[in-house]
């Protein structure tokens, strides 16, 4: 943790608070890359991560992991065998990348 505060085109470290150039991406004292990057407020979770992990991995609830929904993916998971979560990841993944930004980020980040 440092005291100092950021100037104009500093920012503070989303991990460890340390004072770094806004246009850094990953923070030079911890490694942890930073979010601001984007549009939308941090922590938010990733459209385009979110569709492709549901369609490749959406039989193994990855999507719903990753979305936080902890619950839903161990259903999809104990269900696997039955290939109805991979269909039906498939048709989520496909889903989200329908929806625009915002309302992917108000619906499921
Ligand atoms: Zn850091």
């Known amino acids: 943790m440092s005291n100092a505060t950021p ?3 500093e920012q503070f470290c989303s991990s460890c608070g340390e004072v770094i150039k806004k246009e850094a991406e990953i923070c030079t004292e911890c490694g ?5 990057a984007g549009a939308s407020g941090s922590g938010s979770k990733d459209k385009t991560s979110a569709a492709l992990l549901a369609i490749f991995l959406g039989g ?3 999507h719903h992991f990753y ?3 902890t619950g839903r993916g161990i259903i999809y998971l ?3 065998w039955t290939f109805i979560p991979l269909l039906v990841g498939l048709i989520e ?11 992917f980020q108000r619906q499921y980040a």
Do not use: M, P, W
């Open 60 to 62: 193994l609830g990855a």
């Open 93 to 103: 993944g496909i889903i989200y990348l329908t929806k625009s930004e915002d309302e």
């Open 67 to 69: 979305l936080g929904n």
């Open 32 to 36: 942890v890359r930073q979010s601001s």
């Open 7 to 9: 100037g104009a085109d």
């Open 78 to 80: 104990v269900f696997s």
